[in-house]
């Protein structure tokens, strides 16, 4: 990973929000300028250079960082190190910047209490930067989403009839983990019968008996990367509407991946799916966005939906996902993962689409 160049990067944003310093204090951005996993750690970046911030436990562990930028050893709280440092650590500051989104009022109040400079609420600055995506992130995006085809298979191969929701989800579980993957990217959605009428259902006690759809929504993490996907299956045979929901959602589904391209819109490649599902009727069974960026987090920027200012550009990770949810009978998601290259997209999670039974 080119950290010294997303450091470079983060310099060239700060230039944009009229701040002569910025706190990042969000771990994932922090780990998205310096590599760093650990638990207590920020970064301080001005036009001159950047300072990471960590305790003794992480000596070993910032020694890669010094590389790019000047590391300090904190005694404890990284913020408190930053703010009774702020004058040498940005000599020149009278405008800094902290992440609003991430920033609690007790870290900003020790900021404020050891620092004459003026401290300005920012949103984005890294953030920006992690949507688009360079080669060595795509090839562990890729990388990761691989694990999930075989998930599928596995699943499918046992069954999931006579299964608890709960038992469905920890095999997950279990099947990334004897894969290599460092866990999971998101709680997996097993959600049957009913319960499918949920998008975020938790997995339960019920049992998955004949005659249901079963949406599974689950992904990992590999590489510090996170992937997603979601797949819908049918047990025995289903009540009609459910399978032309299935159907709809599939079309929608298919066409929206399609329209994934550079120069699209998030609102307008929202609207392809929508609009398919609206005209046979369940448009107010569509509530949520079509989908969102996947990178360190799960769910990230862009976003796909019908607030979206979101222009697509080659480098973005983002999903689609489509749903159709009926109260008290069950519903239907499908999700793909793709990238999106120079003349659309390519689709990283290649289990199939069609309504599988088992």
């Known amino acids: 990973m080119n950290y010294a160049g997303r450091v470079g990067a983060a310099q060239a944003a700060l230039a944009e929000t009229e701040c002569d310093a910025l706190i990042v204090s969000s771990l994932v951005n922090v780990r998205y300028l310096t590599g760093y996993a650990g638990s207590n750690g920020m970064v301080v970046i001005e036009p001159g250079g950047a300072t990471f911030i960590t305790d003794f436990r992480y000596v070993t562990a910032a020694e890669p960082i010094r590389d790019f930028m000047d590391v300090k050893m904190a005694e404890r709280e990284a913020v408190r190190f930053a703010a009774e440092n702020l004058a040498e650590l940005a000599p020149d500051a009278a405008r800094v910047g902290v992440e609003a989104s991430n920033m609690t009022l007790a870290a900003h109040r020790i900021l404020s209490e050891h620092t004459s400079a003026e401290l300005v609420p920012t949103t984005g600055v890294v953030e920006r930067l992690r949507e688009v995506k360079d080669s060595d992130e795509l090839d562990a995006v890729r990388r990761s989403a691989a694990l999930i085809a075989p998930v599928y298979e596995e699943l499918a191969a046992e069954g999931l009839e006579g299964r608890r929701e709960l038992d469905v989800a920890w095999r997950v579980r279990e099947l990334f983990h004897e894969q290599g993957a460092a866990g999971l990217s998101f709680d997996t959605i097993v959600a049957s019968h009913e319960r499918g009428a949920m998008p975020h259902a938790d997995p339960s006690e019920a049992m998955i008996g004949s005659g249901t759809l079963v949406t599974i929504d689950l ?130 999670t290649p289990y199939p689409k069609h309504l599988t039974r088992v």
Do not use: K, W
């Open 219 to 348: 992904g990992c993490i590999l590489d510090s990367y996170c992937s997603d996907c979601t797949r819908t299956f049918a047990t025995g045979d289903p009540p009609e509407e459910l399978l032309e929901i299935y159907e709809i959602c599939l079309r929608a589904q298919e066409a929206a991946v399609d329209a994934v391209r550079p120069g699209a819109g998030g609102q307008d490649v929202d609207g392809v799916a929508r609009d398919i599902i609206a005209d046979a009727g369940y448009g107010d069974n569509f509530g949520h966005g079509l989908g969102h960026g996947v990178g360190l987090d799960v769910h990230e920027g862009p976003r796909l939906g019908t607030r979206s200012d979101a222009t697509l550009e080659p480098g973005m990770v983002v999903t689609v996902e489509p749903g159709i949810y009926l109260p008290g009978q069950g519903g239907v998601r499908i999700e793909d993962l793709v990238i999106v290259t120079e003349d659309g997209c390519e689709r990283l």
